[in-house]
C-alpha cells in the first residue's frame, strides 16, 4: 500500500514536535468588542442581518447561558477559562456581498497551504488528475468566506450554503430544525454556541436525493484570542443520502483558544448521513503550552424510519478534546454508528466517545473506537447506550480498543450501559495493549526504523476505522496519525 | 574474508546483575557455507541470534562481531537488516491489521532505502511476491491477512522464509525454524531455504535436532553448550549427536 509508504516517508521529514499548519495570517479583521454580554450577542447577530427571531433565540440562550456552571465530569483538567477574556466575533473585512475574486488574497493563498482549493476551476483540475469532486465551504474565524460548487449542488436540489445566508434565505428550514437535536438548554458549551455562534455550514437534501459529491468543510482559527463557534446543520430529507467531511487547523500560539461548536443532524424517513470529520487543531507544544480546547457538541437524530447516521472522526489535534458524537435512534429500524481515531500526544488530553439513544423499535448501533495514547497524555473513552422501554429489539455492539505507547500516558474506558428493555442485545468489548518490544524488534529486524515500525504497527491498529473514511481523505488521515505520533518512540 | 567473524563474544543480559550467557564465543562463516549449531535448551543459541540481530535485551562485555568487515555491534537493528543480517524468529509475531503484503512491501523498501536504492514498482513487487510465494505454498488470502495473526505454525514458519526469500539477505540466521512444525511443513520449509543456499549467502540453522538437518544439509555442525561453541566438525557429527545425544558436552563443560 502506498500510503504506508507515505506516511513512512512523512515522519522521516519532519521535525519532532512539528505542527504545519501552524502559521498565522496578516489580515484585517473586524472584531466584536473583547468580552461577552447582550450586546455582543446583539452585535453579531446585527452583522449577519439577521432576523428579529434569530436574535431572540440567541439571547434567550444567553441569559440561559448566564445561570449555567461548566461542566467538570470529564476527566481533564485545564486553568478556569475568562469568558470576557475572548473575542467572540473576528472577520476578514471585505465589501459585504462578494464573489471568490473579492476575497483577499492572503486568505485564498492561506487556504492554499493548507491543500483546500477554493476556486471551483483549480477543484476540477482536481478531478482531471483524479480527484473526486469536493464541494467545499471554508470559515475563517467566524465567518464563511466561500462555498464552491453552488451552482451545481442546486441543479440537484440540494441547498449547501453558510448557516448566517440559510437563516435569511430559508427562514422556515432553520427555523424547523436549528436547536431540534441540540437544544439551547443542552449544556453549557452548546447553550454558550447557540448565543454567539457566528458562522458554520448548512446543508439540506431534499427527498429522494443522492447528493451528487461529496460536502466538506474546512475551519480555521486565524485570530488571537478569538473564540470560533460554528453552527452546522445537515438535514436529510426522506430517502436522501449525504457524505460531509469536515476538517479543522489553527495558528500556533501561547495562550489556548475555545473552540465550541454544535453539529446537528437530522436523517428522515431512509435517509443517511455520514458525516467524518479530522480534526487537526493545533495541539499546544511539547509542555502543554498553547492549543485548542475543543468542545463540541454532535448530535444526529435518526428521525425517520429505517434512517442512518454515522459518525467516523479521526481526533489528533487540540490541546483538549471534549466531544460526543451521538445518535438518538428515534425512528423504528434505524441506525446509528460511531467509528473513531483519537490520538493525544505530549499533553493533550482527550475524553471523548459516543451516545447511543434508542428509542424506537429495533434500532441497531455500532461502536468503534480506537484510542492512540503516547508521551504524557491521557485518553479516555466514554460512551453511554441506552435502550428505552419501547425500543424492543435493540441491539448494540461496542468495541473499544485503546494503544499505549510508551510507559508515561494513560488510557481509560468509561462505558455507561443502561437497557429499560429484556429484548435489548448490547455487545461491549475493550481491549488495553502496548506497542511491545517484541513487534518493534521484529518490524525493525525487517529494516523499518523505530517510527516506521510504530507508524505500521498504529495504522494497522487503526484499520477498521480508516476503512470507514472516504478513500481520498483516508490517506490523509494515514499521514496524519503517523506526524502525530512524531516523537513518541525513542 | 569471512562474511561474519565473531570473536571471542562474551554478552550477559542487559542490568547490573544480569547472568553472562555468551563465554568467549567464536565463529567464522564464508559466503555460501551453511553452518548449523546445536546443543542443550539454555546454551546460548537462541540469545547468539538475537545479538546477531542487535536485540537490545543483552549487553556486549567483551569480543568483536564483523559482517563483511564492518562492526555489526555498532549498528542499529535496521541497519543490520539493510546490511543483510535476516533472523528467522522461533516465534514470529503479530502484527494484526497490517496485511502481510504491506509489511513485506515497507520492509523491503525501507531496505532499499537504506542501501541507497530506488524504492521497487508496485508491478515488480507483486510479480516477485507471487512467484515466491507459490514455491512455499502461500494463498493470496494469507497474503492479506495480519502478519502472522491467526497463522497456524507452519504458515508462521513459511511466512518467514517468505520474508527471507523477499528480501534477499546475506546473512539468515534461523533460529529453530522445524520447531511445532509437522514432517510436511517441514519439507516445505526447507525447500524454502534450499532453493535460497546461493554462493554469496550464509546460513546459520539453530537447532535442537538433527531431524532438520537431513533436509537441510549444512556444511559444517557446531556443538554449543554453556555459552561457548564446544566441538565443530561436519554434518556427520550432527548424527553423532543424535545418537549420543548432549551429556558428553554437559559433563565436559561442568
Not at chain 1, 476578514?92 to 483577499?104: A, M, N, T, V
Not at chain 2, 516445505?188 to 535442537?208: C, F, K, Q, Y
Request: hydrophobic share 35%.
Amino acid at each position: 500500500m502506498p500510503a504506508v509508504q507515505e506516511t513512512v516517508d512523512q515522519v522521516r521529514s519532519l521535525d519532532v514536535d512539528q505542527y504545519k499548519y501552524g502559521f498565522f495570517t496578516e489580515i484585517e479583521t473586524e472584531k466584536a468588542p473583547k468580552g461577552l454580554s447582550e450586546d455582543t450577542v446583539r452585535f453579531i447577530s446585527a452583522k449577519k442581518n439577521e432576523p428579529e427571531w434569530m436574535l431572540e433565540w440567541r439571547l434567550e440562550a444567553f441569559r440561559r447561558w448566564l445561570t449555567m456552571r461548566e461542566p467538570d465530569w470529564a476527566r481533564v483538567s485545564y486553568p478556569p477559562i475568562d469568558y470576557q477574556d475572548l473575542y467572540y466575533y473576528s472577520a476578514p473585512k471585505r465589501p459585504s456581498e462578494l464573489s471568490i475574486d473579492d476575497i483577499d488574497p492572503e486568505i485564498l493563498a492561506t487556504y492554499e497551504k493548507l491543500g483546500i482549493p477554493l476556486r471551483e476551476r483549480d477543484a476540477l483540475l482536481g478531478i482531471a488528475s483524479g480527484g473526486t469532486k469536493v464541494a467545499v465551504d471554508a470559515v475563517f474565524d467566524s465567518v464563511s468566506v466561500a462555498t464552491t460548487f453552488k451552482e451545481e449542488l442546486s441543479k440537484a436540489g440540494v441547498i449547501f450554503m453558510p448557516i448566517s445566508e440559510a437563516v435569511r434565505e430559508y427562514p422556515e428550514l432553520v427555523k424547523k430544525y436549528l436547536g431540534s437535536v441540540v437544544p439551547v438548554t443542552d449544556n453549557y458549551f452548546a447553550t454558550l454556541n447557540s448565543a454567539v455562534f457566528s458562522d458554520g455550514s448548512f446543508v439540506y437534501v431534499p427527498k429522494g436525493v443522492r447528493c451528487p459529491m461529496e460536502l466538506s468543510t474546512y475551519f480555521r482559527i486565524n485570530e488571537r484570542n478569538t473564540g470560533q463557534f460554528e453552527r452546522t446543520l445537515i438535514i436529510a430529507d426522506a430517502g436522501a443520502y449525504v457524505s460531509y467531511l469536515e476538517g479543522c487547523t489553527a495558528p500556533m500560539r501561547d495562550e489556548n483558544q475555545l473552540h465550541a461548536a454544535v453539529v446537528e443532524l437530522v436523517a428522515l424517513d431512509d435517509a443517511e448521513i455520514k458525516y467524518s470529520t479530522v480534526q487537526n487543531w493545533y495541539p499546544g507544544d511539547k509542555d502543554g503550552k498553547g492549543g485548542i480546547f475543543n468542545f463540541v457538541t454532535k448530535r444526529g437524530d435518526c428521525r425517520g424510519d429505517r434512517s442512518k447516521i454515522s459518525w467516523t472522526q479521526v481526533e489528533t489535534g487540540s490541546a483538549i478534546t471534549w466531544k460526543y458524537p451521538s445518535c438518538i435512534l428515534r425512528g423504528d429500524n434505524s441506525q446509528g454508528e460511531f467509528y473513531s481515531i483519537a490520538i493525544s500526544n505530549g499533553r493533550q488530553q482527550v475524553d471523548s466517545g459516543t451516545k447511543m439513544i434508542h428509542l424506537g423499535k429495533n434500532t441497531s448501533s455500532r461502536i468503534i473506537s480506537k484510542g492512540i495514547a503516547a508521551g504524557y497524555s491521557d485518553n479516555t473513552y466514554r460512551g453511554l447506550v441506552t435502550a428505552h422501554r419501547k425500543a424492543t429489539g435493540a441491539r448494540n455492539f461496542t468495541n473499544c480498543d485503546s494503544l499505549l505507547i510508551g510507559d508515561k500516558c494513560g488510557a481509560h474506558t468509561v462505558p455507561y450501559i443502561e437497557s429499560k428493555n429484556s429484548s435489548a442485545q448490547f455487545e461491549h468489548e475493550a481491549t488495553t495493549s502496548k506497542i511491545s518490544d517484541d513487534q518493534l524488534f521484529y518490524c525493525r529486524q525487517r529494516g523499518l526504523d523505530p517510527e516506521e515500525a510504530t507508524a505500521l504497527i498504529v495504522n494497522g491498529f487503526v484499520k477498521d476505522v480508516l476503512q470507514q473514511l472516504p478513500m481520498e481523505f483516508a490517506v490523509e488521515a494515514q499521514k496524519l496519525i503517523a506526524v502525530s505520533l512524531e516523537g513518541s518512540v525513542g | 574474508m569471512a562474511l561474519l567473524d565473531i570473536a571471542n563474544l562474551h554478552a550477559k543480559i542487559d542490568g547490573e546483575h544480569g547472568k553472562e550467557i555468551l563465554k568467549g564465543l567464536s565463529l567464522k562463516v564464508n559466503p555460501g557455507e551453511v553452518h548449523a549449531i546445536m546443543g542443550p535448551n539454555g546454551s546460548g543459541k537462541s540469545t547468539l541470534s538475537y545479538i546477531l540481530a542487535g536485540k537490545e535485551d543483552y549487553e556486549v562485555t567483551d569480543g568483536s562481531v564483523t559482517l563483511d568487515g564492518d562492526d555489526l555491534l555498532e549498528m542499529e537493528i535496521d541497519e543490520r537488516a539493510a546490511k543483510g543480517v535476516f533472523l528467522a524468529f522461533q516465534y514470529p509475531v503479530e502484527v494484526p491489521g497490517v496485511a502481510t503484503m504491506t509489511f513485506l512491501r515497507a520492509s523491503l523498501n525501507a531496505q532499499r532505502k537504506k542501501r541507497g536504492e530506488a524504492e521497487v514498482s508496485t508491478p515488480d513487487f507483486l510479480r516477485l511476491v507471487k512467484d515466491k510465494a507459490a514455491h512455499l505454498g502461500i494463498n493470496q488470502d494469507m497474503l492479506r491477512r495480519g502478519v502472522n495473526v491467526g497463522f497456524s505454525g507452519g504458515e508462521k514458519k513459511r511466512a518467514e522464509i517468505l520474508q527471507m526469500a523477499i528480501l534477499e539477505p546475506k546473512l539468515c540466521v534461523l533460529d529453530e525454524t522445524d520447531s511445532g512444525l509437522d514432517i510436511d511443513a517441514l519439507k516445505v520449509v526447507s525447500e524454502g531455504v534450499n532453493a535460497l543456499r546461493a554462493p554469496d549467502r550464509a546460513m546459520i540453522v539453530i537447532t535442537h535436532y538433527q531431524r532438520l538437518l537431513n533436509h537441510i544439509v549444512p556444511d559444517f555442525v557446531h556443538v554449543m553448550n554453556k555459552g561457548r561453541i564446544v566441538r565443530s566438525g561436519g554434518k556427520e557429527l550432527a548424527l553423532e549427536l543424535e545418537a549420543n545425544g548432549y551429556a558428553e558436552y554437559q559433563q565436559d563443560a561442568a
